[in-house]
């Protein structure tokens, strides 16, 4: 801009009036500014609200995963106790039946029926064997042993019995 010289330099309303409207356009920028500085601390403390809401949040999910993963673990333990106990339990059992068997074929000549049994008496041993060897490599299914997928006429049948006598 320029101003107009008079006999003491340039034209004192002139330059008044420059910066007047400098002041003006100053102060409405750090008006605008200021707005926006309140405006970014308002979303800042938004923000910071949200954010410690979820981190609570994330405190409360480790600790229900945790709780989660301790319990499961308790169960694993509980049903491992409980399967130690039923392994134990058919050894008990085996052993009686065997010994039961075994009086039998002395009091009894073998017949079809004894055959049978004493057939039972290997699929029992060998099922042991293989709850035993599977004890020391993968897991016991549980589940598949509770709920075969095979009838007993095919698991059977897989030992070399016919299921049908």
Known sequence: ???????NG???E???AYLSRIKQVYEEIIKKQREYLDKLKEENGELLTKNKKFEEEKETLAKAIKNAIDKTDE????MTKKVSKEIASLRSFRTKWSDY????EE???VDDKIKHAKEMDGLIGEAMDQIESEDEG????YNEAIHPTE???ELLKSFGIDGEK
Not at 1 to 7: A, G, N, P, S, Y
Not at 101 to 104: M, P, V
């Open 151 to 153: 009838s007993l006429a």
């Open 75 to 78: 169960l694993n333990n509980l």
């Open 14 to 16: 002139q330059v008044d």
């Open 1 to 7: 801009m320029k101003f107009d010289l008079t006999e």
């Open 101 to 104: 068997l075994q009086k039998l």
């Open 10 to 12: 340039y034209s004192v």
């Open 138 to 141: 993968e897991p016991f299914d």
């Open 107 to 109: 009091q009894y000549p």
